[in-house]
């Protein structure tokens, strides 16, 4: 779909919202500011075409973000074997898998040549486990999926540990100057550091596929594995990094202990005013705002469409062109299934700077074909595993609000 087209969605919610705010606002006023019964469904279904509106356009952009990654070109391969020292003067590129490789390694997941044969370009990824490293190719591809299943990886800090805990010193709390008599000593007034540990938490999943499908050649075996192991470990992922207790997994950004600072408790057990969004956008320093985003369920953005400033004007503003996120106060907003609903004591809106949460991929992800364990029903397994940890290693970067208990 075309970045035209995806405009034309774009206005034509944007549209449709105008014409909400504006019956809202009428109905509102002509009975003292309740809605009736006939009038709320009414703009519930002006609600529902809007949401219907969001999820075409963000369907559009995905599809168009796929057909540009694969429209570019390829980088040259593979030229030496890993490991083996470049020649002097020669450029470095990444690695990535030769054809060679690419084929044998999809050819043995798929058991598609011949099981005596010796299959010497599978050596650069050879398991004494009975695994292969995942083609570059792939795990590229992989990755791409999770972002795209993912919110949090395109907001969060990204790194790569090869072996150990990662551990990052924090300053705690900050040294001052102060004013002094003349002749007077100095004050002592040092940082004071902590460690915040990032670590590598094991998450895993299989797939079987029956044999008949696995020697099909029509089937696209490579984009089944990409897209439903991204789809599977996302969304571990994502509920992990929003709501982890850090018990075996990551710890999320709304855990109650470990993860964002309360910026507001809200006055409602179940409802959320416009004065306590604007308190919560106040209530984060002005050197994480320039950088903040909303976070919150997409239940949560049903009742902020309703709220009005001080000067009548909506909070929740669509956005109007292409790769754009919607706005609340001017700055971007975000949601997620797994992020806490309204309810009495739940953290349900989050705004801060996301880059201050930090994730932590362990280098490489294992890739392996279950042979035996399916064969008395005519089916293969797959299995992926990656290692994975996050926290939000500067609370103070992000307030939540708090419904009131």
């Keep these: 779909m075309t970045t035209t087209m995806i405009n034309d969605l774009r206005t034509r919610r944007a549209e449709t919202w105008e014409k909400a705010k504006a019956f809202l606002t009428e109905r509102q006023s002509a009975n003292n500011g309740i809605l009736t019964a006939e009038d709320d469904e009414t703009y519930a279904r002006m609600e529902a075409e809007i949401e219907a509106f969001g999820r075409e356009i963000a369907r559009a952009e995905r ?5 540009a ?3 570019k070109p390829v980088a040259a391969p593979l030229a030496m074997t890993p490991g083996s020292v470049a020649p002097e003067g020669h450029k470095h590129v990444p690695f990535r898998a030769t054809d060679e490789y690419r084929e044998n390694f999809w050819n043995a997941m798929r058991m598609a040549t011949n099981p005596f044969e010796v299959r010497n370009d599978l050596k650069e990824g050879a398991d004494t486990e009975g695994g292969y490293l995942v083609p570059d190719e792939f795990e590229r591809t992989l990755v791409e999926a999770l972002n795209e299943e993912n919110i ?3 907001l969060a800090k990204r790194i790569t540990t090869t072996s150990g805990d990662r551990k990052i010193p924090v300053v705690a709390t900050h040294g001052k100057a102060n004013w002094l008599d003349e002749g ?3 004050t002592e007034s040092d940082e004071a550091f902590k460690q915040v540990t990032l670590g590598a938490y094991k998450l895993s999943t299989f797939i079987k596929v029956s044999e008949e499908l696995l020697a099909d050649s029509a089937f696209n075996i490579e984009a089944y594995l990409a897209n439903e192991f991204g789809r599977r ?3 571990a992922e994502e509920e992990a990094f929003l709501v982890g207790d850090g018990s075996n997994k990551p710890t999320g950004i709304f855990h109650k202990t470990d993860g964002a600072q309360e910026g507001l408790k809200a ?5 959320i005013t416009a004065d306590e969004l604007i308190d919560l956008f106040y209530a984060l320093r002005s050197p994480y705002r320039k950088n903040a985003v909303w976070l919150t369920n ?3 953005v049903k009742a902020i469409r309703k709220l009005k400033d001080n000067q009548g004007q909506y909070l929740w503003q669509p956005a109007l062109t292409a790769g754009s996120p919607d706005m609340i106060l001017g700055r971007p907003i975000y949601t997620s299934s797994f992020v806490p609903e309204i309810k009495a004591g739940a953290k349900t809106v989050a705004f801060g700077d996301l880059s201050y949460y930090w994730i932590a991929d362990r280098a490489g992800r294992s890739f392996k074909r279950l042979n035996e364990l399916f064969a008395t029903t005519g089916q293969v397994g797959f299995m992926a595993t990656q290692r994975v940890d996050g926290k939000l290693i500067l609370p103070e970067a992000v307030k939540v609000l708090v419904q009131k208990q």
């Design 63 to 67: 599809a168009a973000e796929l057909d």
């Design 69 to 71: 990654q694969l429209s």
């Design 152 to 154: 949090i990886r395109s």
């Design 184 to 186: 007077a000593a100095v």
């Design 233 to 235: 470990i996302g969304a």
């Design 267 to 271: 006055a409602g057990q179940t409802a």
């Design 298 to 300: 997409d239940s949560t």
